[in-house]
């Protein structure tokens, strides 16, 4: 069983910054990727970054620039850094975890932005 706990969202102005925290937990034998999705209103979930097992790093496009993210294999932590938000970043941001095929997920953490 892998449990995956996100943590840092919240309220924040445009232009502002908020950092997501992902704790992975449970048996995991080995971590493909590790990563961020978010789901706004009405929209399918789609893919933020991702971290892969060889330290590569992928991001959306609407997000290079603006968005870090950062893993600790050791920790089974994954972390997001997000600065210079804009209102279209608002959503649900959820952790996920791919391990020989299976896909995990986090609960969610909602991240708005709004004056």
């Known amino acids: 069983q892998v449990h995956l706990v996100e943590s840092g969202g919240g309220l924040v102005q445009p232009g502002g910054s908020l950092r997501l925290s992902c704790a992975a937990s449970?048996?995991?034998?080995?971590?493909?990727?590790m990563g961020w999705f978010r789901q706004a209103p009405g929209k399918e979930r789609e893919l933020v970054a991702r971290?892969?097992?060889?330290?590569?790093?992928k991001y959306a496009d609407s997000v290079k620039g603006r968005f870090t993210i950062s893993r600790d294999n050791a920790k089974k932590t994954v972390l997001l850094e997000m600065n210079r938000l804009k209102p279209e970043d608002t959503a649900v941001y959820y952790c996920?975890?791919?391990?020989?095929?299976?896909?995990?997920w986090g609960q969610g953490t909602q991240v708005t932005v709004s004056s």
């Open positions: 996920n975890l791919f391990s020989r095929g299976v896909d995990y």
């Open positions: 449970g048996t995991i034998f080995s971590i493909n990727t």
């Open positions: 971290t892969f097992s060889s330290a590569a790093t």
